[in-house]
């Protein structure tokens, strides 16, 4: 579990990067990050706001049967490998503005609600 915020903004994870079930009770940011292996957040819940923009996934990515509680935005992030979002909650909206897919991305079953437009400038991440 993550406790407050939690900030991993410009981190470069090589090889896989496991964050399966993992709680983030406070925002979290990976604004800039780089993952170049497979990155797992399958069954994760962030209650805060995630803030992933312009991160890069080169391999596959897993957001299966995640809880995104707060804002979640992808803006301007680049999928490379596979995007697994199936039967992903995002209760408090999505924004994927400018994001890329290069290879499939699976979003079956997966819940959308919220405005998820959030306000930047008064959440602490940059």
Known sequence: ???????????????????????????????????????GFGGARFVGDAWFGVVTFAGSAWFSSATLAGSARFDATRFSGEAAFHRTAFTGGARFAGAVFSNSADFGGAVFSGDGLGDQRNSGWR
């Open 1 to 39: 579990m993550f406790s407050g915020n939690a900030g991993f903004s410009r981190a470069a994870f090589s090889g896989r990067a496991l964050f399966d079930e993992a709680v983030f009770s406070g925002g979290v940011s990976l604004r800039e990050a780089v993952f170049s292996g497979e990155a």
